[in-house]
């Protein structure tokens, strides 16, 4: 099939990732209304030929920029993966990485001007918040929801809803995020291991 990318080879993986950081950068810099594939292209330093090899559009690479989010999560976190979760210690040590991983990383800098612009143009972009909702914070859930339902499987926690459950603790380590984070533009406040392994022991006593 023409044009179809071997994405398991080294080169192509390394091209897309060049390209991901083209479109980042053009993001950050236009918002997302205001870039076009032609500055993708350049912000890149490919073809534009090239670039819709990889990305057909605009809005595949937003889903990608902002899946990359997620991923980048996932690689930092392996205790996110599927493992079985027998007793509470074990389930307060992947909380507390989980946490601390989550909310390190949405708070970087770049991450953090990358939602600014989403939640700016959200009203005006149409599909922008679906791609937003479905490409970070749903994925974000469905690892938490994961690592909870095998806790419940072991009879850790209690018999919850575990889509509640998710949201509670998924709740908390946004208001850092959004509190601390978005809202305070140039002056961001990360909170420290110690704070957040207060709010994943005030969320086992919730749910055990």
């Known amino acids: 099939m023409g044009g179809v990318v071997e994405l398991d080879s080294r080169r192509a993986q390394a091209k ?3 390209i991901r950081q083209g479109a980042l950068a053009a993001f950050l810099e236009s ?3 205001g870039t076009s594939m032609d500055h993708v292209a350049a912000c890149a330093g490919v073809s534009k030929q090239t670039l819709y090899v990889y990305f057909r559009s605009k809005e595949d690479l937003l889903v990608d920029v902002l899946g990359s989010i997620v991923a980048s999560l996932d690689e930092r976190a392996p205790l996110l993966a599927d493992r079985t979760v027998t007793d509470l210690e074990h389930l307060r040590e992947v909380l507390s990485e989980v946490a601390r991983v989550m909310v390190t990383h949405l708070m970087s800098d770049d991450n953090l001007a990358l939602f600014r612009i ?3 143009e959200m ?3 149409p599909g922008l ?3 937003w909702r479905e490409t970070v914070p749903a994925r974000f859930l469905a690892r938490v929801e994961a690592v909870l339902e095998r806790a419940r499987g072991a009879g850790v926690i209690r018999d919850v809803d575990l889509d509640l459950a998710t949201r509670l603790f998924i709740g908390p380590m946004m208001t850092f ?5 978005l809202a305070r533009p140039g002056e961001v406040l990360v909170p420290n291991r110690k704070r957040l392994d207060e ?5 086992l006593r919730a749910v055990t």
């Open 16 to 18: 897309r990732e060049q």
């Open 31 to 33: 918002g997302v209304s």
């Open 118 to 120: 989403f939640i700016a």
């Open 123 to 125: 009203a005006t972009t």
């Open 129 to 131: 918040l679906a791609i």
């Open 177 to 181: 995020v959004f509190l601390d984070g």
């Open 199 to 203: 709010v994943v022991e005030l969320y």
